[in-house]
């Protein structure tokens, strides 16, 4: 079975911190994906990846990085968290070579900032 | 650019009732279209897909049919248990510069009582 899994399930964090959500995937998948979900909206693509050291934009990226220096890895940054960053946040991976196709997600991490 | 529309819940019902979460989507081109289901607590995790027109989607008595005339892909179970009770999430998945990223509608919380 595919396995991603997310570093804490739930974080609080203080207004301006700098946040680092972490996600591992065991399948050697070349696309992972973080997503923010939010009521009403349903989830919405922040950044993702095809390949180590690479990334890419997704809708809403404002206010977030990336790194993804290993292949399972891809973590999510947060340089100055805020309050309207309060949310879920989904990681994905997928093996797809062209980012087609299933996706793969972990449990999520519910991040309040305070 | 591309987008997924899909009821809005909460949908409440009956154990043993007949279900339908409708779906219809805005794209250039013919997209894969996906049912993903998130259990409280959890991540997403994919119902069915069908890749092309006329394509029937089938898991755990879940089903979907991709009608390119009508732009829809709506599920339907014929008796739901209790244990469906979630939210379901339609997306579409589509080429476009080279690469491919899953589009979400905004999710239907389904509701069953005993």
């Known amino acids: 079975d595919v396995k991603v899994t997310q570093s804490s399930r739930y974080l609080v964090k203080r207004t301006g911190e700098k946040v680092f959500l972490e996600c591992v995937q065991d399948?050697?998948?070349?696309?992972m994906f973080w997503y923010r979900q939010d009521p009403g909206l349903g989830l919405r693509l922040i950044y993702f990846?095809?390949?180590?050291?690479?990334?890419e934009k997704g809708d809403i990226p404002e206010g977030y990085s990336v790194s993804r220096e290993k292949k399972e890895r891809f973590s999510l940054i947060l340089e100055s968290a805020s309050t309207n960053q309060t949310s879920m946040y989904l990681c994905?991976?997928?093996?797809?070579?062209?980012?087609?196709?299933?996706?793969?997600f972990g449990p999520g991490t519910r991040l309040t900032v305070t | 650019g591309d987008s997924v529309t899909q009821m809005e819940g909460p949908v409440t019902l009956s154990e043993e009732a007949f279900l339908t979460i409708n779906c219809t989507y805005t794209?250039?081109?013919?997209?894969?279209l996906f049912w993903y289901v998130q259990y409280p607590g959890e991540g997403l995790q994919l119902l069915l897909k069908?890749?092309?027109?006329?394509d029937k989607g089938s898991n755990k008595g879940f089903e979907a049919t991709y009608r390119k005339e009508t732009t829809s892909f709506h599920l339907e179970k014929g008796s739901v248990q209790v244990s469906d009770s979630a939210v379901y999430f339609c997306?579409?998945?589509?080429?476009?510069?080279?690469?491919?990223?899953?589009?979400f509608g905004k999710g239907t919380m389904l509701l069953v009582s005993p």
């Open positions: 994905a991976s997928s093996t797809h070579p062209m980012g087609l196709g299933e996706q793969y």
């Open positions: 399948m050697d998948h070349e696309n």
């Open positions: 990846s095809y390949d180590v050291k690479m990334k």
């Open positions: 794209a250039t081109g013919y997209p894969s």
């Open positions: 069908a890749t092309k027109a006329d």
């Open positions: 997306a579409l998945s589509f080429m476009n510069s080279g690469y491919s990223t899953l589009t």
